[in-house]
Structure formats: structure tokens, C-alpha cells
């Protein structure tokens, strides 16, 4: 029976890959049955062992790589989809072309005051006659806007003088894009230089700016006009701007 288990081992031990530390012959069953095997690894195990470690190895950085792919590719990837193109970059070029655009048409408006002579006596004293003789001329807008900022409502004179800018223009694409510039600045609720307007002018607006044209805020200019004419005009005439101008003009002629 012992022979029969040490014959049943010795075939175990190298189907498995293993040697014994203590040598048998063929022959002879172990002298000592008590006598433990100690088993280790041969070489074709140790092999095997080491190609697992290796293949364990390449695979972590190959899975950090794909990882950093995959974030590169989120990074990159479209509002819409998850895959890598040129449409976000083309999207962000044109926003580019787009504001840019608007940066020049707002520089050709009427952001600072307009370029006039300095007023003579005559035309000063004639703003006081009428409020068509201040707003003819340049140099008398130019006061008025001054007025207009201390009370906060230099937005009506912009919004005026924008009209009056996109009325010159012929060229329907800047026609378009000027009639959209003014109401974003002064027709639109979130705009905080929107001037008031009755709720008649902004549907007709509204329905104007499907086809913008030249003449799309005429009634709305035509009411702002008033307002000014009604409201800020008067207290312009009585106020410490119109006086100290028409006392500056007034001294050297009376030395004279």
C-alpha cells in the first residue's frame, strides 16, 4: 500500500510541475514513511509565474492610457455627443467672427460725444427757443447728453442718435445687424440702458425686426423724442449746464 502511494505521488509531482527536496529511487519506497515532502517550484513553473507578472505590468499602464484617452476625449468632446470633431472649435470661431463683428459696429456708434466747434453766444441763446434748435446741431446734443447723465437718462439721447446713424445706412447686412445691436441695448427688458416705451411701440418693433430696415424704431424714436422734449427739456433750460455756458459765452463779449 506504501509503495502504491509513494508511486501515486511520484507521478503527481511531475504532472503538477513540482520535485521533491529528498531523492527516491525507482526501486525503493522512503526508508522513513513519516518523512514529509517539501515541494517547490521548477523552472517551467517559475517561468510561467514571471510571464503572469509581466502581463499584469503592461496592463496597468495600457489601462492608464486608455483612461487618459478617454479624459482627453471628454475634454474635447462636442456639446452634443461624446466623440472628437472640429464642431465646437468651428462653433467657437464663429462666436469669434460674430462678436467681433458687433465690436466694430458699436465702435462706428455714438459711444462718446459727438466732434462739433465750440457754440457761439447766438447759437447757445437760441437752444432756449426751442427744443428742435437744440437737438439741429451737434454741439447742442452734446450739452443736453451732459445734462441727461446727471439725471441718469443719457440712454434716451444714445438710443436717439443710434436711429438717427441707422437711418444713413443702405447696406441691408449692416442695416440688420445694427437694427439688432439697438434693441439689444435699448428695446430689450434685460438691457440696462432699455428706454421706456409703451407696450403699442415694442409690438410694432417686435413685428418690424422679422425684416429690420432702416426705419424699424422710428415710432419708438418719434416717442423718445417727446419724452425728452416734455420731461428733460425744461429742466435743461433752468439748470446750472445751460446757465454756465451761456454765462461763459456771455463774459468776453460784454468786456469787449
Known amino acids: 500500500m506504501w509503495r502504491r502511494l509513494w508511486i501515486q505521488l ?87 467672427r460674430s462678436a467681433r463683428a458687433s465690436h466694430d459696429v458699436r465702435a462706428e456708434g455714438t459711444s462718446g460725444c459727438e466732434e462739433s466747434p465750440k457754440p457761439t453766444l447766438e447759437e447757445v441763446g437760441s437752444w ?27 440712454e434716451n439721447m444714445l438710443f436717439w442718435l443710434a436711429c438717427e446713424e441707422l437711418k444713413k445706412e443702405t447696406n441691408k447686412s449692416v442695416i440688420e445687424e445694427k437694427a439688432r445691436l439697438i434693441y439689444e441695448d435699448y428695446i430689450s427688458i434685460l438691457s440696462p440702458k432699455e428706454v421706456s416705451l409703451d407696450s403699442r411701440v415694442r409690438e410694432v418693433i417686435n413685428r418690424n425686426m422679422l425684416e429690420p430696415t432702416s426705419h424699424t424704431f422710428d415710432d419708438a424714436q418719434l416717442q423718445i423724442y417727446t419724452l425728452m422734449h416734455r420731461d428733460s427739456y425744461p429742466r435743461f433750460m433752468n439748470s446750472s449746464v445751460y446757465k454756465n455756458l451761456l454765462q461763459t459765452l456771455s463774459e468776453p463779449s460784454s468786456e469787449s
Open 10 to 96: 511520484r507521478a503527481w509531482r511531475y504532472t503538477e510541475g513540482y520535485q521533491a527536496t529528498e531523492s527516491f529511487d525507482n526501486e525503493n519506497e522512503p526508508n522513513n514513511r513519516e518523512e514529509l515532502l517539501l515541494f517547490k517550484p521548477m523552472g517551467s513553473e517559475r517561468m510561467e509565474m514571471r510571464k503572469r507578472q509581466m502581463s499584469v505590468q503592461q496592463e496597468t499602464p495600457s489601462t492608464a492610457q486608455a483612461q487618459q484617452e478617454t479624459g482627453s476625449r471628454g475634454s474635447n468632446a462636442c456639446c452634443f455627443c461624446w466623440c472628437c470633431c472640429c464642431s465646437c472649435s468651428w462653433n467657437e470661431e464663429g462666436d469669434e
Open 128 to 154: 432756449g427757443q426751442s427744443f428742435d434748435k437744440l437737438m439741429k446741431g451737434p454741439a447742442g446734443r452734446n450739452a443736453f447728453r451732459d445734462f441727461l447723465r446727471t439725471e441718469f437718462s443719457e
